[in-house]
């Protein structure tokens, strides 16, 4: 199963399954599907929301969708998608693509579904010191059970500029508004084995390609079913719970993140995760208010 979340401009957001270049709109509010994550929380299993998601889809048979027409820059005119899921929990882990052995990696908070962004949503980069890094990544869904249910691509954006202040800073460096973009489809593993997956990261700017770089899955240490097993060490998560397993791809130090630019983070058997980087919305000043005001 590939499953997306989309916008139509007169009906909100909606669930969709992709079946080839077509999208089937299998949002049922009667029937408690209004998201993605009331698929997966029906459904309990890949093959339980498949199978629901299947009963939907031949239920209502709505006109289809082009898949490709939803790939588009973000707009509420226009249909778009959005994340696949809204996490009730975003969670990362680093240095899992080491060569050399290591203490095990530590798991971090990252985000809560309003800190994450969609495919073509904007990263906004406005403080040139935080030197924003993309971090292209295999992210996996864990389903009721704690398990694995699906996989998606993830932009695990990190104001290196922070980090280097040291530990205390940490949180600010990796927990941000935006700092973390998930997409463009979830696929359950019927569908897609995550043992050896290409991951393609690259930073396009004023028309030209200004870095790129490839990790295969295949060089995770332990593989998806430890760092999963590791994480469930932690305590019961919440289901639709996602984990970033790690970068493999390593930008330099001397390049960051500007407004202008677009990250492509392209997996495998998933598709494309493009963002463009803007600057923040200046702060407007209303007429006889005095100081600035955000409007």
């Keep these: 199963m590939r499953l997306i979340q989309f916008f139509l ?71 778009r998608l959005l994340s696949p899921l809204d996490p009730p929990e975003v969670w990362g882990i680093e240095g899992t693509y080491a060569a050399v052995p290591a203490p095990p990696p530590e798991f971090f908070f990252k985000a809560t579904a309003p800190r994450c962004l969609g495919p073509h949503a904007a990263i906004f980069s406005g403080d040139p010191e935080a030197a924003l890094a993309p971090e292209a990544e295999l992210a996996v869904v864990l389903s009721a059970e704690g398990a694995l249910f699906g996989v998606t691509a993830a932009n695990d954006v990190t104001a290196r500029g922070l980090l280097r202040r040291g530990p205390a800073s940490l949180a600010a460096a990796k927990i941000a508004q935006g700092a973390c973009a998930l997409g463009p489809c979830l696929v359950t593993p019927d569908e897609l084995a995550v043992e050896a997956l290409q991951i393609r990261c690259a930073i396009q700017r004023a028309g030209e390609e200004i870095f790129a770089g490839v990790a295969n899955t295949r060089e995770l240490g332990g593989g998806v079913p430890e760092i999963i097993r590791r994480f469930g060490q932690l305590g019961r998560m919440l289901p639709g719970t996602v984990l970033l397993t790690g970068c493999g791809i390593e930008v330099p130090e001397g390049i960051r993140l500007e407004a202008g630019d677009r990250v492509d983070v392209e997996m495998q058997g998933v598709g494309r995760l493009s963002n463009p980087v803007r600057m923040p919305a200046a702060p407007r000043q209303r007429p006889g208010t005095g100081p600035a005001v955000e409007v």
Aim: without cysteine; hydrophobic residues 35%; charged residues 30%.
């Design 9 to 79: 401009p007169d009906k909100g957001k909606r669930v969709g399954l992709v079946q080839g270049d077509r999208v089937l709109d299998i949002t049922a509010e009667e029937e408690g599907i209004r998201s993605g994550l009331d698929l997966l929380l029906q459904g309990r299993t890949p093959a339980g929301a498949t199978a629901r998601a299947g009963w939907l889809a031949r239920r209502f048979r709505r006109k289809a969708l082009d898949w490709p027409s939803l790939q588009r820059e973000s707009s509420r005119q226009a249909p």
